[in-house]
């Protein structure tokens, strides 16, 4: 095991360097390094990690989610409220669709099966999202018009939406066939003993319940964390105040795994911001602490999704997948993007920059693309693959495409 974190430490971070060196994202070499070290090639990293690699995920994307949330600007959120919105909302609808009805032409889905592949596809990572958006804000690129604050909230709430959709139409197929599952789960839940609501039709209030009680547990905890850390009593420094918010952020995420009824990313977000308002000095010094947790879980965040990677399931859907990563992007996601900031005081160079700044999977996919195989859905192996390749295509490339574009199609406030 000792071993494996060298490895895993090492090689991420000099594979990540010389990425670097080389002009493209850091993110890549650590990827590379991750297929390398991993059971595809060398063989590296033991199974004891491999095993424990969707627990290190959560650390690093609760870390990076926490950023997030130190990083939103308040005044910004106000302006733009309506836009992250709906980036919330309609781009990944419309990637969902789309993706479903080009894996039907592709790969004979029926239309359940091609959505479960479509929220699998469409939702965002955030180990890109953020870093990119942090780093616009540090530039000041977009900022009078609080573009990366509407992009980073826009993605934690489209992440809810799928993840939601993706359990109701996986606890559907997983029962055999997509019609004994619709009415096996046909008897819902019965109000007053007079209306019955299918999953389906409940979806829309536990998307609400998700969002409401993640926001609303979020500022409990940063109120807790602002009466414990600011009062100087129980911390002295800066990393002992960050280790406390670390593991009250990694609390959240476990305990809405244990308990779904709250969206534990945007928990976490909301904890970040909400200490933002509450107590301004510990949320500058935490933000120093996490940006260095930062680096250590985003090498072992990186390094881990490269050695999940199943090659060998690329081989013979290589071509099919690119078409419909291209279709659902290109049609469908281009269309939640005009719809989502129609009628707001975006120009047109900043609506295009939607589509580098907003359209990166990585860590979601990595840890729910092996989920419908592992529950025997029919076509769970092409969803496993279309994952692996969404993570090889989509995150270097949107990790690159932030820098180059946004001096192109941003203004510097």
């Given at each position: 095991?000792?071993?494996?974190?060298?490895?895993?430490?090492?090689?991420?971070f000099?594979?990540?360097?010389?990425?670097?060196?080389?002009?493209?994202?850091?993110?890549?070499?650590?990827?590379?390094?991750?297929?390398?070290?991993?059971?595809?090639?060398?063989?590296?990293?033991?199974?004891e990690?491999?095993?424990?690699?969707?627990?290190?995920?959560?650390?690093?994307?609760?870390v990076?989610?926490?950023?997030?949330?130190?990083?939103?600007?308040?005044?910004?959120?106000?302006?733009?409220g309506?836009?992250?919105?709906r980036?919330?909302?309609?781009?990944?609808?419309?990637?969902?669709?789309?993706?479903?009805?080009?894996?039907?032409?592709?790969?004979?889905?029926?239309?359940?099966?091609?959505?479960?592949?479509g929220?699998?596809?469409?939702?965002?990572?955030?180990?890109?999202?953020?870093?990119?958006?942090?780093?616009?804000?540090?530039?000041?690129?977009?900022?009078?018009?609080?573009?990366?604050?509407?992009?980073?909230?826009?993605?934690?709430?489209?992440?809810?939406?799928?993840?939601?959709?993706?359990?109701?139409?996986?606890?559907?197929?997983?029962?055999?066939?997509?019609?004994?599952?619709?009415?096996?789960?046909?008897?819902?839940?019965?109000?007053?003993?007079?209306?019955?609501?299918?999953?389906?039709?409940?979806?829309?209030?536990?998307?609400?319940?998700?969002?409401?009680?993640?926001?609303?547990?979020?500022?409990?905890?940063?109120?807790?964390?602002?009466?414990?850390?600011?009062?100087?009593?129980?911390?002295?420094?800066?990393?002992?105040?960050?280790?406390?918010?670390?593991?009250?952020?990694?609390?959240?995420?476990?305990?809405?795994?244990?308990?779904?009824?709250?969206?534990?990313?945007?928990?976490?977000?909301?904890?970040?911001?909400?200490l933002?308002?509450?107590?301004?000095?510990l949320?500058?010094?935490?933000?120093?602490?996490?940006?260095?947790?930062?680096?250590?879980?985003?090498?072992?965040?990186?390094?881990?999704?490269?050695?999940?990677?199943?090659?060998?399931?690329?081989?013979?859907?290589?071509?099919?997948?690119?078409?419909?990563?291209?279709?659902?992007?290109?049609?469908?996601?281009?269309?939640?993007?005009?719809?989502?900031?129609?009628?707001?005081?975006?120009?047109?160079?900043?609506?295009?920059?939607?589509?580098?700044?907003?359209?990166?999977?990585?860590?979601?996919?990595?840890?729910?693309?092996?989920?419908?195989?592992?529950?025997?859905?029919?076509?769970?192996?092409?969803?496993?693959?279309?994952?692996?390749?969404?993570?090889?295509?989509?995150?270097?490339?949107?990790?690159?495409?932030?820098?180059?574009?946004?001096?192109?199609?941003?203004?510097?406030?």
């Amino acid at each position: 095991m000792l071993a494996s974190i060298i490895w895993i430490f090492l090689g991420g971070f000099f594979a990540g360097k010389i990425a670097a060196r080389l002009g493209a994202p850091a993110l890549l070499g650590m990827v590379l390094a991750g297929i390398a070290l991993g059971p595809q090639l060398v063989n590296r990293i033991g199974p004891e990690v491999l095993s424990a690699a969707p627990g290190l995920r959560t650390i690093a994307v609760m870390v990076i989610l926490m950023k997030a949330g130190l990083g939103l600007d308040r005044e910004k959120l106000a302006q733009q409220g309506s836009v992250a919105l709906r980036l919330g909302f309609l781009p990944a609808t419309c990637e969902a669709i789309a993706v479903a009805m080009t894996a039907m032409w592709l790969f004979d889905f029926d239309f359940f099966t091609g959505l479960l592949l479509g929220c699998v596809v469409g939702a965002e990572s955030p180990a890109v999202i953020v870093p990119g958006m942090l780093r616009l804000k540090r530039l000041g690129l977009g900022v009078a018009k609080g573009i990366p604050d509407a992009i980073l909230l826009g993605s934690a709430l489209s992440d809810v939406l799928l993840l939601l959709v993706f359990s109701l139409l996986l606890a559907f197929l997983s029962q055999g066939s997509v019609t004994e599952g619709v009415e096996g789960a046909a008897a819902g839940i019965s109000l007053f003993g007079v209306v019955t609501l299918s999953p389906l039709q409940l979806l829309p209030f536990q998307v609400v319940i998700q969002v409401g009680l993640g926001i609303v547990l979020g500022g409990l905890s940063a109120r807790l964390l602002a009466a414990l850390l600011g009062s100087g009593k129980w911390t002295q420094n800066q990393t002992q105040d960050t280790l406390v918010a670390a593991a009250c952020a990694l609390s959240l995420g476990v305990i809405a795994t244990q308990l779904p009824l709250f969206s534990g990313y945007l928990a976490v977000m909301a904890m970040g911001f909400f200490l933002i308002q509450l107590n301004a000095p510990l949320a500058r010094r935490l933000r120093e602490g996490f940006n260095t947790l930062w680096v250590v879980a985003e090498i072992m965040l990186f390094v881990l999704l490269g050695a999940s990677i199943q090659l060998s399931v690329l081989e013979d859907l290589l071509w099919a997948g690119l078409l419909l990563l291209a279709i659902g992007t290109f049609v469908g996601r281009s269309l939640g993007w005009f719809l989502a900031t129609l009628g707001s005081n975006w120009t047109g160079r900043e609506r295009l920059f939607l589509l580098p700044g907003n359209s990166a999977k990585a860590t979601v996919q990595a840890a729910i693309g092996a989920i419908p195989l592992a529950q025997r859905v029919q076509g769970g192996d092409v969803i496993l693959a279309i994952a692996a390749l969404s993570i090889l295509v989509t995150a270097p490339l949107g990790a690159w495409a932030f820098p180059a574009f946004a001096t192109w199609l941003l203004e510097r406030g």
